[in-house]
């Protein structure tokens, strides 16, 4: 019987050294994955803006450049000297605010509702305005170099004062900037 005792004895030994090799194994795993997982997470998306209330906000000097603010509300809000160059505000609700000498070159103003807003000198150049409602807006010393307005409804006043300067294709859609504004 001792030698059967024996070698239960080892083999429960080699058992328990066995396990010990597995659990050693599978805590250095675990601990590798914890330190690497930080390296091994995507990157952070960018920013997204879109759907956000910024309505009856001071939005004076602020950089929106290159963001998605699609279907965000300005209404009410002032932004002057703003930067919104490249960003995409389409469906964007913008009424009755003020955007002098803002930037919104090559930007998506598509769809937007900018009823009564001051655009006096901002930069429109390479803007995307299609389907854009801007009654009663101002557009006082705007450039418009390669914007698109096909389908915009603009007050007359304004189509004539911008057809004085209006200019080039736009590089997006290839409307011809003054063929968009009915010049």
């Known amino acids: 019987m001792a030698p059967l005792v024996e070698l239960l004895s080892a083999a429960l030994s080699g058992a328990k050294s066995v396990?010990?090799?597995v659990a050693e194994s599978i805590a250095l795993s675990l601990a590798l994955v914890l330190l690497l997982s930080p390296l091994l997470s995507p990157l952070p998306a960018a920013a997204d803006f879109s759907g956000v209330d910024y309505t009856l906000t001071n939005q004076n000097e602020q950089d929106f450049s290159g963001q998605d603010l699609a279907?965000?509300?300005?209404a009410g809000a002032t932004g002057r000297h703003a930067n919104f160059s490249g960003a995409d505000l389409h469906g964007a609700i913008l009424t009755q605010a003020a955007f002098p000498n803002a930037n919104f070159a090559g930007a998506d103003l598509s769809g937007t509702l900018m009823d009564k807003v001051d655009l006096s000198g901002a930069d429109l150049s390479g803007a995307i305005l299609t389907g854009a409602i801007a009654s009663g807006s101002s557009f006082r010393g705007a450039n418009v170099t390669d914007a698109?307005?096909?389908?915009a409804l603009i007050d007359r006043v304004d189509q004539r004062s911008l057809c004085r300067d209006?200019?080039?294709t736009n590089?997006?859609?290839g409307a011809d900037t003054r063929l968009s504004l009915g010049c």
């Open 19 to 21: 396990a010990k090799s």
């Open 71 to 74: 279907n965000t509300s300005f």
């Open 148 to 151: 698109d307005f096909s389908d």
């Open 166 to 168: 209006a200019e080039g």
């Open 171 to 173: 590089p997006i859609t």
